[in-house]
């Protein structure tokens, strides 16, 4: 893949401040059209996941555990997403420095609010197109939460060539190739069932190739040689919000659904709220031993680590195979 070789200073690049918080959350899990029947047909397989209780409701954004280090600097595609709009607002809420690669930076006015500039960055680019990702557009990022996707079966979120093939493989490839090689880290948000497009109920979810196109992202990531954490969630439940601003939005919650399901394998079929998944992206920035690990999630309910470092960690340690 052939890059611009002339590097931009991150000042000269079209960098947009925002005014105004209202959000307006849109889905971006394809997991979200799979028929309710099947997936709770095999809901007994997730009995040898890991359980942790505490709380995920309004203390899961409202007391964020904050990230450790102020030197990051956190890049997130798909921010205007469902999950990838709930990771935004949890880490402004936490002081973490942003910055949003969007398709149409205009939307950011109306979905994230007025920001210092030092604090939230937007940058106008698509990664469908390895010609919009300029090597400067990462300058200064240290760790990526790649939240982008589209519906398994045709909709109207297909217009303008945005299919599973564009989004979840030919986009997850060139943003991982235009990466800096000094990245911390890489989360994607993939989905559970990849490792068995063929089988029931995911063949039915994968008629039209979301689940093998999300899987040849996933690869990709992994042969890529950047440090990485895959995030497969379940069913997606829980918005996506709409005309929220950032006071309510942190005040959602996980409705009952609390308590948190991880595993490894593929092995997980189940529902997962979008909230779960977005605080999963985050604590597993921070956790050194989920480098190089993927885990599959749902949620179930019962009490939640909320945003507990600690309890996070024993999640995805005891689901970790041995």
């Known amino acids: 893949m052939a890059f611009k070789l002339s590097l931009t200073p991150i ?35 997730r009995r040898k996941s890991s359980v942790c209780t505490n ?15 102020s030197n990051k600097r956190v890049l997130v595609t798909g921010g205007t997403g469902g999950v990838g709009q709930l990771v935004v607002a949890s880490l402004l809420d936490r002081d973490v420095k942003l910055r949003l690669l969007l398709r ?3 939307k950011a006015t109306t979905l994230f609010g007025e920001q210092e500039e030092e604090k939230l960055q937007v940058i ?28 398994a079966f045709p909709s109207r979120r297909w217009d303008g ?30 989905s559970v069932g990849v490792t068995k497009s063929n089988e029931l109920p995911w063949s039915i979810m994968n008629l039209f190739g979301v689940l093998k196109y999300k899987k040849m992202g996933e690869d990709f990531v992994i042969n890529s040689g950047l440090p990485y954490t895959i995030i497969r969630p379940g069913r997606l439940t829980d918005g996506p919000y ?3 601003d950032l006071n309510t939005l942190l005040k959602a919650t996980a409705g009952e659904r609390r308590a948190v399901l991880i595993s490894q394998g593929d092995k997980l079929v189940g529902e997962v709220s979008r909230l779960v ?10 956790i050194d031993f989920t480098e190089g690990q993927i885990y599959e999630i749902n949620s179930v309910p019962g009490d939640g680590p909320g945003s507990d470092t600690e309890k996070w960690k024993e999640l995805f340690k005891s689901a970790q195979i041995q």
């Open 242 to 244: 709409t005309s929220y």
């Open 11 to 45: 000042s000269d690049l079209q960098i947009h401040k925002i005014p105004s918080f209202h959000t307006q959350f849109l889905q971006t899990n394809p997991t979200s059209s799979l028929p309710r029947k099947l997936l709770d047909s095999k809901l007994d397989s």
């Open 161 to 190: 060539d945005n299919t599973p093939e564009r989004v979840d493989w030919e986009g997850v490839r060139n943003l991982v190739s235009a990466l800096p090689r000094s990245l911390s880290r890489i989360i994607l948000v993939s």
């Open 124 to 151: 106008k680019g698509d990664t469908r197109n390895s010609e919009d990702l300029d090597p400067s557009m990462f300058e200064g990022v240290t760790h990526v939460i790649c939240c982008t996707g589209t519906t």
């Open 104 to 106: 149409n930076p205009e």
């Open 55 to 69: 709380s995920l409701k309004q203390e899961t954004l409202q007391n964020p555990t904050p990230l450790t280090s």
């Open 277 to 286: 998944v977005a605080e999963a992206c985050i604590q597993a920035l921070n």
